[in-house]
């Protein structure tokens, strides 16, 4: 059974950092790339990051550039999302997800919601000024 859970949400007010975890079981995540997602009342839900299934590349959204870190532990089947300075328009539920379709290249960052296959629950962030 594949299972993507989030945690490390919640409140803090601007300026703070949050470190969100995505522990996963159920397929084989050295193969997968792993993005991150988010969904603020009302609104669609949007890309934030991905890193690819080798950990060598990662990709933002550009208002999460240079604030946001994805990282990965393979060993721990567990994709990590580093958020600093937050604002109050990055209040939103955080949801990671699994692309593992084969890829002729490790390195790939896949930056679409379709191209996932497996997504998470979500995790609540609110940031308040």
């Known amino acids: 059974q594949v299972q993507l859970v989030e945690s490390g949400g919640g409140l803090v007010q601007a300026g703070d ?4 975890s995505c522990a996963t079981s159920g397929f084989t995540f ?7 997602f988010r969904q603020a ?3 669609e839900r949007e890309f934030v990051g ?3 299934r080798s ?3 990662t990709y933002y959204a550009g208002s999460v550039k240079g604030r946001f870190t994805i990282s990965r532990d393979n060993a721990k089947n567990t994709v990590y999302l580093q958020m600093n300075s937050l604002r109050p328009e990055d209040t939103a539920v955080y949801y990671c997800a699994a692309d593992c ?11 679409l919601k379709y191209e996932y296959e497996y997504w998470g ?9």
């Open 50 to 52: 991905v890193i690819s």
């Open 30 to 36: 050295s193969t997968c790339a792993m993005g991150w």
């Open 41 to 43: 009342p009302g609104k």
């Open 17 to 20: 950092s949050l470190r969100l």
């Open 55 to 57: 950990g060598s590349s």
């Open 101 to 111: 379709t084969s890829r002729s290249s490790s390195a790939y960052t896949p930056r």
């Open 121 to 129: 629950q979500g995790t609540q962030v609110t940031v308040s000024s």
